[in-house]
């Protein structure tokens, strides 16, 4: 019935379910010339991840045929949904499907910073015992500040208050009886919460206004003392979004001892380019943008997106249709 373009991978359930539903599915990359080419002006609707883009000049040059634009996730910062509206192409998203993902692995950062697993580890492939180097501190007792509360900073800080912390938030779209209601702290001003809390993990979206939100003027604000009197140092999380982090003050602050560590999933240029220095600072870990790699992830992800779609090329509006408020 309709022809779709799966260029970043899908899980398999999901092609079977767009083929039994008599769907042609094609999984292969396109380059981004083909696509300045007009290579999407054979397909109908187009499923994505983050390593294609989709700007302006894409949607373009893909024709009249093109009637859904996928993102296979949250994040859609790789896609012009103001040109795709324009265009009268839907951006639809699955953004449940890799929550519970991406909230177990900004834990397992947080954990990784306080207890130098990731340094730990690297000595020892070296044969080093280190362990006198090692002592680390618990997230017991500490503030963590959460920059944007929804989903995944609400479910990050459910289970921080388990560990003991407490759990502050900057969301300035939030109502204050939903942070209430999680037993978390609003902070009107970023800046305060930065004030507050050793401990930052970033889970808003990437846009102008969160651009560079994390600098160096708002780590120095950190008081790397945490309310139970322990020196534990100050410490930074990014499993959101690339750019809402400026990686260079964040080397700067870790070379000078304002941090003590910093893990990030999601980096400003990704493949991260050869020589990075942060990435080769001792006191910094990362992963390779894997929120959302999990098996189970990736089916719920494949799931979403294929229903998603379908809606669209049945004449339907689906319910995660981003750029719906612009589609005239």
Same mark, same amino acid.
């Given at each position: 019935m309709a022809r779709i373009a799966v260029t970043d991978g899908m899980a398999k359930d999901a092609v079977v379910l767009l083929e039994r539903a008599g769907h042609e599915v094609v999984l292969d990359f396109i380059e981004?010339? !083909?696509? #300045?080419?007009? !290579?999407?002006?054979d397909f109908d609707a187009i499923i994505v991840r983050s390593a294609t883009k989709i700007p /302006? %000049? +894409?949607? $373009? @040059?893909?024709?009249?045929r093109l009637k859904v634009i996928a993102r296979a996730g949250v994040g859609v910062d790789n896609i012009d949904i103001k040109a795709a509206a324009a265009a009268g192409i839907p951006v639809v998203n699955a953004p449940r499907a890799s929550t519970q993902s991406v909230i177990e692995l900004t834990v397992g950062h947080l954990l990784s910073c306080l207890r130098h697993i990731p340094r730990a580890d690297r000595g020892m492939r070296q044969d080093k015992w280190e362990k006198k180097s090692m002592k680390g501190t618990e997230l017991f007792g500490k503030n963590l500040g959460l920059i944007g509360f929804g989903r995944i900073a609400q479910g990050v800080g459910a289970l921080a208050q388990l560990f003991g912390m407490e759990v502050h938030t900057y969301d300035p779209y939030l109502p204050s009886k939903v942070a209430k209601a999680q037993n978390t702290t609003l902070h009107k001003k970023v800046d305060t919460l930065f004030q507050t809390? *050793? @401990?930052?993990?970033?889970?808003c979206n990437y846009n102008e206004e969160t651009h560079h939100l994390v600098n160096a003027e708002r780590i120095a604000l950190m008081p790397g003392k945490s309310p139970d009197g322990i020196h534990c140092g100050n410490h930074i999380v990014n499993c959101a979004r690339g750019g809402i982090v400026d990686e260079d003050a964040?080397?700067?602050? #870790? %070379? =000078?001892?304002? #941090?003590? =560590?910093?893990?990030?999933? +999601?980096f400003e240029t990704e &493949?991260? &380019? $050869?020589?990075?220095?942060? +990435?080769?600072h001792p006191n910094f870990h990362g992963t390779p943008h894997i929120g959302a790699a999990t098996l189970e992830a990736q089916a719920r992800v494949g799931r979403d997106i294929a229903h998603a779609v379908m809606t669209v090329l049945d004449g339907g /509006?689906?319910? *995660? *249709?981003v750029n719906s408020h612009l589609l005239k």
């Open positions: 981004a010339e !083909a696509l #300045l080419s007009g !290579a999407l002006s /302006q %000049e +894409v949607i $373009e @040059h893909s024709g009249d809390c *050793t @401990h930052i993990s970033i889970h964040l080397l700067r602050a #870790l %070379e =000078s001892g304002e #941090l003590a =560590s910093a893990a990030l999933d +999601v &493949p991260i &380019p $050869e020589g990075n220095k942060l +990435v080769q /509006q689906a319910e *995660t *249709t």
